[in-house]
């Protein structure tokens, strides 16, 4: 195909779609989801709302579009090269790297953000918390689900609910720091500190759902 060729429909498509989701993240984050509207987004585009609605339905559509394409794409970067726990290492040394990675994720300006947008906003527009806790949330319960379904599995960690262990593992991590996070009250974690509150949190999660291990 030649180099100037035209793109084809799907490629023009996808792109359209990616120009899209990156100003609506961009006004949702600037502006709030109540201030945010279907006109404004198109007019930054730079085309009609109905072609608008041809990719997105609703705002509330676009709104779960803008979280999923946020939060999923970060998550890989943090969570996929990690190994299985326990493969290869200590059960605690991996689960001091998860907590690590968690908690690097939830650092990141953009997954910031949008936890503050929503939690500004769910009081008065409470449809947003499920969209949010869908598209984003829900699917790291399942990702921590995952890695302890196939530590039990392999034998690595004792037999227990799989989803309630990685619940309560994101729970101690996250414990704390997490909400300082929020409130400004902590712009960031150095890294020695924060490995050094995910060990104090594993330590307290091994020794109550694999004291051996601990």
Avoid at 93 to 110: H, N, R, W
Avoid at 141 to 155: M, N
Wanted: aromatic share 10%; glycine share 10%.
């Amino acid at each position: 195909m030649p180099l100037d060729a035209p793109p084809s429909e799907l490629t023009r498509g996808d792109a359209r779609r990616r120009g899209i989701l990156d100003v609506a993240r961009e006004t949702f984050l600037a502006r709030g989801y109540a201030a945010t509207s279907m006109s404004e987004i198109a007019a930054r585009v730079g085309g009609s709302k109905g072609t608008l609605y041809n990719y997105f339905r609703s705002k509330e559509e676009l709104f779960s579009a803008v979280i999923a394409e946020t939060c999923h794409g970060l998550a890989s970067t943090y969570f996929d090269p990690l190994p299985p726990i326990g493969k290869g290492r200590p059960v605690r040394d991996s689960l001091i790297d998860l907590g690590v990675s968690l908690m690097e994720f939830l650092q990141v300006p953009e997954i910031l953000a949008m936890h503050r947008l929503v939690t500004g906003e769910v009081g008065r527009f409470p449809e947003i918390g499920p969209i949010f806790y869908e598209a984003g949330p829900r699917v790291g319960v399942l990702r921590f689900t995952q890695y302890f379904e196939l530590a039990i599995a392999e034998g690595r960690f004792p037999a227990g609910d799989a989803q309630m262990l990685g619940q309560r593992l994101k729970d101690l991590v996250m414990s704390d720091l997490y909400l300082r996070l929020q409130w400004g009250v902590l712009d960031t974690i150095g890294p020695a500190a924060l490995r050094e509150h995910v060990a104090q949190s594993v330590q307290i999660f091994l020794a109550a759902f694999a004291p051996r291990l601990a």
